[in-house]
């Protein structure tokens, strides 16, 4: 956990078990647009980041490319702290929907504008196949790895700016903590380590 939340590269975390080719790799991002705008800026280069690993990934260990983005839904989590007047099931059920398709639309954004001609060819190559899960994310992103047997997640360890050097998410911590298979870690653009070097 160290390495994770220090190193100011990628860190490579390879089970001892694990395969020596990977069939299957799962890019877990995240395209919520609900951030400030800085915020905003790091986990949207950050999210090209990780697809561009991902991808280049893929294509050398000619695997399987999956991409996740979990979402949890708004609307329902200020209506359990809210007054609302009495809204029917139905109504309730086209507003999460409303929220599904605008996560739909990010996610698809994302995977055809991700900034870097070479990774948008790869991509156009490998097909990666996306899944858009509701629910949090330091549970369906391990249920979702488990699924489909894959062999490396890559993933970011942002979790909020203005701190030097960033601090590791809890949501990155607990999902090392559930899986089996390896994972490739990305620090946002501009990480800065809080490690010094003595003189």
């Not at 695997?63 to 007054?83: Q, R, T």
């Amino acid at each position: 956990m160290h390495l994770l939340r220090k190193c100011p590269c990628p860190v490579w975390l390879v089970k001892p078990e694990a395969p020596r080719a990977y069939k299957r790799i799962l890019a877990a991002v995240d395209v919520d647009e609900s951030y400030l705008s800085t915020e905003l800026v790091t986990r949207h280069a950050l999210n090209v980041q990780i697809l561009e690993m991902a991808a280049y990934l893929a294509l050398s260990e000619f695997a399987d490319l999956h991409v996740v983005h979990v979402w949890d839904s708004v609307y329902e989590a200020i209506s359990g702290f809210v007054f609302f007047p009495e809204i029917s099931p139905e109504k309730e059920a086209l507003n999460i929907e409303q929220e599904r398709r605008q996560h739909q639309q990010w996610l698809d954004t994302l995977l055809r504008n991700n900034g870097n001609i070479a990774t948008r060819d790869a991509l156009g190559y490998l097909k990666p196949q996306a899944h858009l899960i509701k629910g949090g994310a330091s549970k369906e992103i391990p249920a979702l790895a488990k699924r489909l047997q894959v062999d490396c997640i890559v993933m970011g360890t942002v979790a909020r700016t203005g701190v030097r050097g960033f601090i590791m998410g809890n949501t990155a911590e607990t999902i090392l903590e559930q899986i089996e298979c390896s994972v490739l870690a990305i620090k946002p653009p501009g990480f800065v380590t809080p490690v010094e070097l003595e003189d």
